[in-house]
């Protein structure tokens, strides 16, 4: 096949297509656990929050209108443009370091990578936001790389401290992009140490975290103290690092995966070269430490393989590199057999989701549904509904008092109910629990009315989230009245079970967890 004199048309496409695919899909899946707990930024603006900086819930401020427009679509459309904006990036990355075919190849790829063109560019995570800037701090390097007039640019080292600074406040490993660059200056442009822009450009990177070190000095640094707390150091641990790996490789794309490391060990054994050399030093540096340093920390925890995820987009344009410099391809068989996979895995998903009769995890009736990744995204506006109108008879009848609150003991699936049962009924949602499972619920207490002595609640129990609501709420409550169960149905089938419980009562109020 002839190749184009312009990629620029084939890269818009690309990402229209993309656009308009996640735009009709948005509405057939309902938000999953981390998206609806990412909501909850929104609802209480914070410097910080207790897991991750507050760029996310920037994002879903500006895309749901301050809230008004809350939805499916409206709380996933930052995510989808973030999507196409980094696509841009690595589009023009690969322009600047070779050729627009490279660039074109690099963004099929970024599309093709279930993490970068999906998990990233489709759901409501930090990652989100963080890609367009993460992509955008790499297309600065690479323009302080290759043009010497750049160098002694003030505004391109300041943008640069900009943009890193700005991906740290979606989430800090994005200082992994100055210890990457900063390795890169080592090895190759020692002379910048000497370049006051740099020092300048780090600085301001250091000014954009203010508001997560002012919030965590206010709380005395509880992030980093609960997630410390995590890091068990037992011993080696293979089976997590080989958990890691098999994660990196679903999560990129077995497809992308495979080629990637095929094309890393390729230029190691330089059977591919980049024009030049700094370029493909730069591109190691930029990947490998972050990827070591987390394979390091899952030989001894639990890791998850999203975080790693950005290491993985340095690496897509040594791929891109092999392929430019092989027999002329527009669109190479094995990049349409990777989306072609990607497109596969999310028919299949979405006819899970929406028709399987069967659930894919526990069937016990005691954890009925446990572990099935499909009923986090659906089930919980017919919930809502359904409870809706079991409150409505609980107070006519007299069952229970109309100023009857809903309590979680954990934000998951607090988020959920917080999203589509509290906020469309504005029935208070109110945690009950340990900071370590409620996380930001107990700054949500703050900002609600707190439960009273006499007072009503309802719990809400899944099935695929068993909980002992007597030991749970019993030592708050005079009296727990024995559940209601309401069905989850799909293709004919019960999927799931909610367990409504009527708590009766208050004698107890829980003592706040954050003063």
């Known amino acids: 096949m002839l190749l184009v004199k312009s990629y620029t048309k084939p890269v818009l496409y690309l990402i229209g297509i993309n656009i308009i695919i996640k735009l009709l899909l948005a509405p057939l899946l309902e938000l999953g656990n981390d998206e609806v707990y990412y909501w909850t930024y929104l609802l209480r603006p914070d410097w910080n929050y207790f897991d991750h900086p507050p760029m996310v819930g920037w994002m879903m401020r500006v895309f749901t209108l301050n809230g008004l427009w809350a939805n499916e679509l409206s709380l996933r459309l930052g995510s989808i443009i973030a999507y196409a904006i980094s696509t841009w990036f690595i589009f023009k990355i690969g322009k600047l370091l070779s050729s627009e075919r490279m660039g074109w190849y690099a963004a099929i790829l970024y599309s093709a990578s279930i993490y970068t063109g999906f998990i990233a560019g489709f759901f409501v995570l930090p990652d989100s936001p963080q890609m367009p800037f993460w992509t955008a701090a790499l297309y600065i390097m690479a323009h302080l790389m290759l043009r010497k007039a750049d160098e002694n640019n003030w505004s391109v080292w300041i943008l640069l401290g900009l943009v890193i600074g700005l991906a740290t406040l979606c989430k800090v490993h994005a200082l992994f992009l100055w210890a990457g660059f900063g390795l890169f200056i080592l090895i190759q442009k020692r002379e910048w140490l000497t370049n006051p822009r740099l020092y300048t450009a780090a600085l301001i990177t250091i000014l954009c975290l203010a508001p997560i070190l002012y919030w965590n000095i206010e709380y005395d640094f ?20 080989f958990q890691e790996i098999g994660g990196e490789l679903l999560y990129q794309n077995p497809i992308v995966f495979v080629l990637v490391w095929i094309a890393v060990v390729f230029f190691a054994l330089k059977k591919i070269r980049f024009k030049l050399n700094r370029i493909g030093t730069w591109l190691i ?7 070591l340093i987390f394979w390091g920390i899952a030989l001894f925890n639990p890791t998850l393989p999203h975080w790693t995820g950005p290491a993985y987009i340095p690496l897509y344009f040594f791929v891109a590199c092999w392929f430019e410099q092989g027999k002329p391809v527009f ?14 895995i999310l028919i299949v998903a979405i006819i899970a989701v929406q028709f399987s009769p069967v659930n894919f995890g526990s069937k016990s009736p005691e954890s009925y549904g446990e572990y099935c990744p499909t009923l986090d995204l659906s089930g919980w506006k017919n919930l809502g509904e359904n409870f809706k109108q079991m409150v409505a008879e609980d107070v006519q009848k007299g069952d229970m008092n109309k100023d009857a609150v809903l309590v979680t003991n954990k934000w998951f699936p607090g988020g959920h109910l917080e999203f589509y049962i509290s906020r ?44 002992n609501v007597a030991e749970t709420y019993g030592p708050y409550f005079k009296k727990i009245e024995k559940p209601e169960k309401l069905l989850q149905q799909r293709g004919g089938g019960v999927v799931r079970y909610f367990y409504v419980y009527q708590l009766k009562d208050c004698i107890k109020v829980p003592t706040p967890l954050i003063p």
């Open 331 to 344: 669109f190479p068989f094995v990049f349409k057999f990777a989306l072609a996979f990607v497109a596969t």
């Open 424 to 467: 469309p009924m504005q029935m208070p949602l109110i945690g009950i629990g340990q900071l370590q499972d409620l996380h930001q619920f107990a700054w949500l207490n703050k900002e609600r009315p707190i439960l009273k002595l006499g007072m009503d609640a309802y719990a809400i129990v899944p099935s695929n989230l068993p909980l």
């Open 222 to 241: 509880i992030t980093y103290r609960f997630h410390s707390e995590r890091v068990s150091n037992t011993g080696i641990q293979l089976s997590t690092f």
């Open 285 to 291: 540096c930029m990947s490998m430490p972050m990827l």
